[in-house]
Structure formats: structure tokens, C-alpha cells
């Protein structure tokens, strides 16, 4: 450009680190990471070994039990999760055009991985969440950590988690966790925060422990808004569980990729209403539990 | 359960980070609004020196911003003091530990709360026996405990409603019975009716004055009305700016106002209502005529007695019926619509 003549050369090209030295850094880094993976592998493997069990074990029971068995325990659960037809007849056929188009095995895989990402990232989730509510402290060193974790995208991440478990489902298992989450997290940190002032000061004043403000109050007046961090968290498993195929995940995740690589339009799209279908089916009824569990609030004297 | 008194001695609460550099400051007249502007402090009560009569209401009262809601919290220490006492039973409430503190509040105290404070996911009888949740009863028993307090506060057939299916006087209702249900001595009630209606405010007026002519209970009520503070109190205490203006029972606040500005809160009360029959009469002339009238009958039920009798004199007497005194319907009359500062306020002071 004319204007660079008159210019030092910094100001117009930007000054950044040379290429071989932002190769050995890399190589630093990289070989130091792989040498930690290496030397801690059987550590890892052990912690991930009762994942493995539970994820596997899982699949098996899904995608062995004859599908009656399975839909109509589905069925149960929808309807009384959500005490309503509609939903459960829905469920019904939904999952009966799954199974004509030829994917009900692996919708099963899909199912068992979003299921247990949802257990493992409730589990995780809630006491962080309930940590961060605690103190200001915790929660402004969580919250960037948290906003890291959704804005990063989902692909970046896979790396380090490849890297470390190696390719197969429980990476693809530990990703989605990761992915799920923060909503989680943020759910239920929002939901006890906020808590009516002048009912905790009725705990306090009652003489409860933290304990049993904890159980007695927060925990049951935040559990509309933990009751959405749970939605929220299965839906965003469904979705991570597609990326998470990339290493190694079953499932219609995997079909989609096939579809992907491969351009088979019809069969992308097969797979891909197959997941809209469970995505629905998990959403609708878990809003319908949670507006279940707040029946008192809705009775309001007139 | 024998009741102790609460005696508040010398509390200073001043809001913010090194509240208590400033309470030496505060002691040697700084003022609120100083306080305020150069330190960024807010003074909350200022040497508060009040003695609560054991088994009896005594009646905190003020305006928004009088500090009346900060000073009731220091009774179970919701909030901390900066400076002072508060002494129930011979222990320093102020300088009890975690574990000590969590006890008194279980046993001691009970409070109930100017927007009920209920816990919505429960229905009324879960609802009442919180407090006895929290002390680890077990529901079989704890349930026998609150169902008779349901049925004392008239809510009987509700006992399985939500909160939010009830209205805001039953509400507050289900907030008396969960603090009567912990049977603790001190009943704690942070302006209980401010949000209620007014005929309902009377109605719950009412329950409270039945209820502690059984139960005798340390009460200690809060409230900017000064209607409801001369009908409950046994005890009333003034506050303004988070300084006691004037103490007294509501006989001595109304016939001789402290001030100015309690002699316009006075005004407009009903004078029949609160002076008692042997505050204006006089002294016995040996002619028992008339009605016969106790003595410490308000002039309002008096004037009552004596029209329905068409008596236009009558004899006061004691509890035991000895005549005390005399008055006639003109004195009544005359002392009912007097302004305060006149000749009943020097009558009162004897």
C-alpha cells in the first residue's frame, strides 16, 4: 500500500513471533502433553474404566432388549413424567417411523450415550452450580471458565480429548459431557441465587443449619430454573452428539457423518428427523415434569 | 414455660465496612446524615436501651427507615450489631457462637415475617412444622403439634392448600401457627400485619390478644401503625432515625407526648380507646352512684356502659369492687376530645 512507503515497517506488517519459533514452541507443547498422556495413561484408563462399564453396559441393555420391551418402557416413562397423551402418543409414533426406517439400533446407541452424558453432567453440574451460589468468589473464578467452554468451538476440543483418551465412545462420551454442561452449571447457580431474600431469612431465623437451607429451601424453590438447566443439557448433548461421531461415537451421529462424506441426502435427513424426533420427545417431557413438581405455584388466589 | 424478658442495652448498628471506627464518632453526636456523607456509613440504631417485659407485647414503632425492622433482627441476630447487648435469660444474645446461636433461634425464638414467608412447595401443615423440621422432630409427632395450632388460628379443613391458594390473611395465619407450632417464649413479629387489609388486620389483631392472654409469651411487635401499636402493646417504644423517641405504655404516649413530632402521630388516634377510666376520675366522695365501671376500662366502653344504663355518673372501682373514685359523662367527653399537652397529660403524670 502507498501508505507504507512513508512508514516503518512494523507499523504496517504486523510484527509476529517467527515461524520456526512458533514451531519448536508447538513441539514443546504438543510433545510435553503427549509425554504426560503417556506417562499417566494407565491412571486415566482407570478412571475411565467405570464409564466404559456404564456407557457399554447401557448400549447392551438398549440395543438387545427386544424394541416392545423398550418402547413401551418408554412409553411408561414418558407418560408419567408427563401425565399427558398427547406426549405419549407422540412418543409412539415417532419412535415407530424410527424403527420402519431402519434406525432403531442406532437411535438405541444415541439414546444410552445421551443418557448417561445427562446423568454424569447433572452430577458434575449441580454441586458446581451450588458451589458458585455459595460465594461470589467461586463464581466469578467459574463463570469465564464457563464462557470458555460454550464459545470455544466444539470441534477445538475434541483435540485435547482425543489426544488424551484416544478415539472411541468414551471420548466422544467425556466431549459431550463437556459440551452439555455449563447450562447445567449456570441453571442452577441463577436458580438458587434467586431465591426469595425474606424465605431464607425465615430458614435463618428458624435456626437451620446451611444443610437444611440448602435441602429445606434453596435446592426445591431453584428447581423450576434447575429443571431447565436439565433440558437445556440434554438438548445440548443431542447436538455434541453428532460432532462427537468424529471420534469414534455410534449411533445416528455416525450415520450423519456417513451421510456428510458420502452425500447421501435422503439417508442424512432420515437421521437427522430421527434426532429431532428424540430431541422432542426428551424436551416435552421434561418440561412437562418440571411444570409437574410446580403445581403449587399455579393455583394463585384470585 | 416461665418467660424471661429481653433487655437491649446500648446497641449501635451502623451499616457498612468499618462500621465500628465510627461508633465512638456516632456516641459523640455525629449525625446520621454526617455519618453519611463523609464516611459513606449508615447509621441504623443509635444506643438503643430498651427492657421488654417478660409475658408481655411490647410494641416497637416507627416510620419506614426508623430502624424498627434492624432492631427486631438483632433480637435473634439476623443481623450483627455493631456495638452493644441484647440480653435474653442472662446470656449476651451478641456473644453467642454459631452452635449457640442456631440453638436459641431453634428453641427460643420464633418469628413471623411481613410477606409471610412461607415456602411455597409446601402445603400449610408442611408448612407449620418447619420449625419443628429444623429442630429434627420427627413428622408423626411434629404433624399432632401443628394440626392444633391449625385449628387455633381458625384455618381447620386448609391444612393440605398451597400458600399460593390461600389469601394474604390466611397466609399470615399459617405464619402465626408455624412460629406458635416451635412453642418458643419469644414470638418475634416483623410488622406480621402491615400487608393485610384492615378489617382482616383487626381480625388478626384479635387472634394475637386471645392467644397471648393464654399463652403469655415474650411478644415483640413491629409496626408504623400506631392504632395497631395502642391496641396490642403493653410496652410501646417510638422510633425515629434508629433512635428510641419515647417510651411508655399507650395511655402515657397519648396523654404526653414526647415530642412534637409523636404529638402529631397522636392526634388523630382514638383518645376513648386507650385512656383508662382511673386516669380522669375523681378521687371517691363517698356517694357510690350510678354505673359501676373498673377502672381500668377504656372511656369509650365506659361512655358505653353508663349511655346504655342512661346514667350520667358513675363509680369506679378496683378489681376486688371497693369504689376508687367517681366520674361523670362531662369529665369523659371533655377527656376524649382534649388534645394531649393539656391538663389529662399532668393527670397522667401522677
Given at each position: 500500500m502507498a501508505i507504507c512507503e512513508f512508514l516503518p515497517r512494523v507499523f504496517c506488517r504486523f510484527p509476529a513471533i517467527s515461524d520456526s519459533s512458533i514451531r519448536d514452541a508447538r513441539k514443546v507443547i504438543d510433545d510435553g502433553f503427549k509425554g504426560l498422556v503417556r506417562e499417566y495413561g494407565s491412571v486415566i484408563d482407570i478412571i475411565v474404566r467405570p464409564l466404559q462399564w456404564f456407557l457399554n453396559y447401557l448400549e447392551r441393555l438398549f440395543t438387545t432388549s427386544p424394541w416392545t420391551v423398550v418402547l413401551i418402557i418408554m412409553l411408561l416413562i414418558v407418560y408419567f413424567g408427563s401425565r399427558s397423551i398427547r406426549i405419549t402418543i407422540g412418543t409412539a409414533i415417532g419412535m415407530i417411523f424410527i424403527g420402519i426406517f431402519g434406525l432403531w439400533e442406532d437411535t438405541m446407541t444415541t439414546l444410552a450415550i445421551v443418557t448417561v452424558s445427562t446423568l454424569i453432567a447433572i452430577v458434575i453440574g449441580l454441586p458446581i452450580g451450588i458451589l458458585m451460589a455459595r460465594s461470589d468468589r467461586i463464581q466469578g473464578v467459574i463463570n469465564p471458565v464457563l464462557d470458555v467452554m460454550q464459545t470455544m468451538p466444539s470441534f477445538v476440543y475434541l483435540i485435547p480429548v482425543v489426544v488424551i483418551f484416544g478415539i472411541g465412545k468414551v471420548p466422544g462420551l467425556i466431549a459431550v459431557v463437556i459440551y452439555a454442561v455449563p447450562p447445567m452449571i449456570r441453571l442452577t447457580n441463577l436458580g438458587i441465587r434467586l431465591v426469595d431474600k425474606e424465605v431464607l431469612e425465615a430458614a435463618d431465623a428458624f435456626g437451620s443449619s446451611p444443610g437444611q437451607k440448602l435441602w429445606n429451601v434453596q435446592m426445591p424453590l431453584a428447581l423450576p430454573t434447575i429443571m431447565a438447566g436439565i433440558n437445556q443439557t440434554i438438548m445440548m448433548s443431542l447436538a455434541m452428539v453428532v460432532v462427537a461421531s468424529m471420534v469414534g461415537v455410534g449411533g445416528l451421529g455416525r450415520n450423519t457423518l456417513q451421510a456428510i462424506n458420502n452425500q447421501f441426502f435422503t439417508f442424512g435427513f432420515l437421521n437427522g428427523f430421527a434426532l429431532v424426533a428424540i430431541a422432542i420427545i426428551f424436551d416435552r417431557t421434561s418440561q412437562a415434569f418440571g411444570k409437574r413438581l410446580q403445581r403449587h405455584s399455579e393455583v394463585v388466589h384470585g | 414455660m416461665a418467660s424471661h424478658g429481653i433487655e437491649i442495652k446500648g446497641l449501635y448498628k451502623i451499616f457498612g465496612p468499618n462500621a465500628r471506627q465510627h461508633v465512638e464518632a456516632v456516641r459523640n453526636g455525629l449525625s446520621k446524615a454526617e455519618l453519611n456523607e463523609r464516611y459513606a456509613h449508615v447509621l441504623g440504631l443509635k444506643d438503643i436501651n430498651i427492657s421488654m417485659p417478660a409475658g408481655g407485647i411490647t410494641v416497637v414503632m416507627g416510620l419506614s427507615g426508623s430502624g424498627k425492622s434492624t432492631l427486631i433482627r438483632h433480637i435473634n441476630r439476623l443481623i450483627e450489631p455493631t456495638y452493644g447487648e441484647v440480653i435474653y435469660d442472662g446470656v449476651n444474645?451478641?456473644?453467642?457462637?454459631?452452635?449457640?446461636?442456631?440453638?436459641?433461634?431453634?428453641?427460643?425464638?420464633?418469628?413471623?415475617?411481613?410477606?409471610?414467608?412461607?415456602?411455597?412447595?409446601?402445603?400449610?401443615?408442611?408448612?407449620?412444622?418447619?420449625?419443628?423440621?429444623?429442630?429434627?422432630?420427627?413428622?408423626?409427632?411434629?404433624?399432632?403439634?401443628?394440626?392444633?395450632?391449625?385449628?387455633?388460628?381458625?384455618?381447620?379443613?386448609?391444612?393440605?392448600?398451597?400458600?399460593?391458594?390461600?389469601?394474604?390473611?390466611?397466609?399470615?395465619?399459617?405464619?402465626?401457627?408455624?412460629?406458635?407450632?416451635?412453642?418458643?417464649?419469644?414470638?418475634l413479629m416483623d410488622e406480621a400485619y402491615s400487608a393485610l387489609?384492615?378489617?382482616?388486620?383487626?381480625?388478626?389483631?384479635?387472634?394475637?390478644?386471645?392467644?397471648?392472654?393464654?399463652?403469655?409469651?415474650?411478644?415483640?411487635?413491629?409496626?408504623?401503625?400506631?392504632?395497631?401499636?395502642?391496641?396490642?402493646?403493653?410496652?410501646?417504644?417510638?422510633?425515629?432515625?434508629?433512635?428510641?423517641?419515647?417510651?411508655?405504655?399507650?395511655?402515657?404516649?397519648?396523654?404526653?407526648?414526647?415530642?412534637?413530632?409523636?404529638?402529631?402521630?397522636?392526634?388523630?388516634?382514638?383518645?376513648?380507646?386507650?385512656?383508662?377510666?382511673?386516669?380522669?376520675?375523681?378521687?371517691?366522695?363517698?356517694?357510690?352512684?350510678?354505673?359501676?365501671?373498673?377502672?381500668?376500662?377504656?372511656?369509650?366502653?365506659?361512655?358505653?356502659?353508663?349511655?346504655?344504663?342512661?346514667?350520667?355518673?358513675?363509680?369506679?372501682?378496683?378489681?376486688?369492687?371497693?369504689?376508687?373514685?367517681t366520674l361523670d359523662l362531662q369529665t369523659m367527653i371533655a377527656a376524649m376530645v382534649t388534645p394531649a399537652g393539656s391538663d389529662a397529660s399532668k393527670m397522667a403524670a401522677e
Open positions: - | 444474645i451478641c456473644g453467642m457462637n454459631e452452635r449457640a446461636l442456631r440453638d436459641f433461634r431453634r428453641h427460643k425464638t420464633a418469628m413471623v415475617f411481613q410477606k409471610f414467608a412461607l415456602l411455597p412447595h409446601r402445603t400449610v401443615i408442611e408448612n407449620t412444622v418447619y420449625g419443628l423440621d429444623i429442630q429434627g422432630i420427627s413428622r408423626s409427632e411434629s404433624t399432632k403439634k401443628g394440626q392444633y395450632w391449625i385449628e387455633r388460628v381458625g384455618l381447620s379443613g386448609f391444612e393440605n392448600h398451597y400458600p399460593n391458594q390461600l389469601s394474604g390473611g390466611m397466609q399470615q395465619r399459617v405464619g402465626l401457627a408455624r412460629a406458635l407450632t416451635n412453642d418458643a417464649d419469644i414470638l387489609d384492615p378489617l382482616i388486620r383487626v381480625d388478626m389483631q384479635t387472634v394475637l390478644l386471645d392467644l397471648q392472654a393464654e399463652l403469655k409469651k415474650t411478644v415483640v411487635f413491629i409496626t408504623h401503625d400506631l392504632d395497631e401499636a395502642l391496641r396490642l402493646g403493653d410496652k410501646i417504644t417510638i422510633l425515629r432515625d434508629g433512635q428510641v423517641v419515647q417510651q411508655g405504655t399507650g395511655q402515657e404516649i397519648v396523654l404526653s407526648p414526647a415530642d412534637d413530632y409523636i404529638t402529631a402521630f397522636v392526634k388523630e388516634v382514638n383518645r376513648g380507646r386507650v385512656i383508662q377510666a382511673k386516669t380522669v376520675m375523681k378521687p371517691f366522695d363517698g356517694l357510690t352512684e350510678g354505673a359501676r365501671i373498673e377502672a381500668t376500662t377504656t372511656l369509650e366502653a365506659a361512655a358505653k356502659t353508663m349511655t346504655e344504663s342512661g346514667q350520667t355518673k358513675a363509680t369506679i372501682t378496683d378489681e376486688a369492687g371497693t369504689p376508687v373514685g
